[in-house]
Structure formats: C-alpha cells, structure tokens
C-alpha cells in the first residue's frame, strides 16, 4: 500500500511538473495512459499469438518448409489434375485408347480381307464366305487380288498411324476406308456399310474427340 501511494504521489509530482494542474487535464492524461497501456497489452498478446503459430508450424517438421518453398518459387503453382479412371489414368488417354483399339480392329478387318480376296476367293472358304459359284470365283479370282490387295495398303497405313501417334494419318486412312466402303455398299453389296463403312466411322468420330480433348 505505501508503494502504490508513493508511485501515486510520483505520478502526481510529475503531473505537476508537465503543467497537469487542472481536473480535465488530470482525467485526459489518466485516459492517454490508460489507451497506451491497451495498446502495448494488444501488440504483445499479437507477438505471442504469432510465436505460438511459428512454434507450431516448426513442430511439423520439414515438410511444410519444403512445400512452402516449392509454391513460393513457382514449380508447382497448381495442385496436380486428379485422375478420372480407377487406376489412375485420365478421361482423355482413357478415350484415345479407345480410338486407338478401335483403329486396329478396322486395320486387323482389312488384313483379313487381304487374306480372304488374294488367297481364299477362289476356295471353298472364300466361296461360301462371299455366296459363290467355283465358275464365279475363278472367273473374278485376278479382280479379288488387287482388290485385297488395296484392302491391305489401307491396314499398313492404318498400323502406320498407329504406329506414329499421328492424328492426322489416322484420320486420313480412317476416312479412305470410310469412303470405300461406302462406295462398296451402295455399287457392289449393302454389307459393306456394316462390314467395312460403319466401323471406320465409329473409329474416325472417337479419333476426333479423342484430339480435341486431348488438345492436339
């Protein structure tokens, strides 16, 4: 108690000689300290909220410094694209994979129209597959020849594009089996657009998306 009346008399004494003389200027000079002192208790109750978090941020180890460091330079600005299928591979490679095996089934076809017209047309395979006579088979077996003949550059041009990796090439073999079929289907037999046409285009309309949502 005599302490507090002694620092009171002191503050009075030094109230006294900055010219505090009065009632209203005793209040206001008793209301800036008090002001003051909030503030001083404000920026240290800040200091130590900020110690606690830098405390904390430590206690988890070199981790969070790494990763802050990595987002702070640049390297990795955004969170990696999260995969779509179910073992990690994205909704474009899983349609590009579908074009892709979808390509080499109309290439396999054509391989095996190769086979049929250039060596089994004028056999009993080849004449029960196409509904022939041995006299209609012999007497077009040369024209079934080049015919599998051309059956089989558009196979090495499709394996080619697959090859590759090239969209253009895929589409361009795509479109010609496409065309040809179409042309076989409305001149030669309507199988044709079954059998030849419609698999082409299936294949051609997935390449397309395929590019476009991979951005090539």
């Given amino acids: 108690m005599l302490l507090h009346v002694r620092r009171d008399a002191a503050g009075l004494g030094v ?42 941020c430590a206690s988890h180890g070199p981790f969070l410094t790494t990763a802050a460091s990595i987002v702070a330079s640049g390297i990795m600005p955004h969170a990696p694209r999260a995969a779509d299928g179910p073992f990690g591979i994205t909704e474009e490679a899983n349609v590009k994979a579908l074009a892709n095996v979808l390509t080499g089934l109309v290439a396999l076809s054509h391989i095996g129209f190769l086979v049929l017209e250039m060596f089994f047309w004028d056999h009993p395979v080849g004449r029960r597959i196409f509904g022939m006579t041995p006299e209609v088979s012999a007497s077009s077996a040369a024209l079934a020849a080049n015919q599998g003949l051309y ?49 082409a285009g299936l294949a051609l309309g997935v390449v397309v998306v395929a590019s476009r949502r991979g951005g090539q």
């Fill in 15 to 56: 109230l006294a000689a900055a010219g505090v003389g009065g009632h209203d200027d005793l209040d206001g000079f008793l209301r800036e300290r008090a002001l003051g002192g909030a503030a001083q208790a404000g920026d240290g109750q800040r200091r130590g909220a900020a110690d606690d978090r830098a405390e904390e």
């Fill in 151 to 199: 059956n089989g550059f558009l196979a090495a041009g499709l394996l080619w594009a697959l090859w590759a990796d090239r969209r253009e090439l895929k589409i361009f073999f795509l479109g010609c089996v496409g065309v040809a079929g179409v042309f076989g289907g409305l001149t030669a037999k309507a199988s044709i657009l079954l059998t030849q046409a419609l698999p």
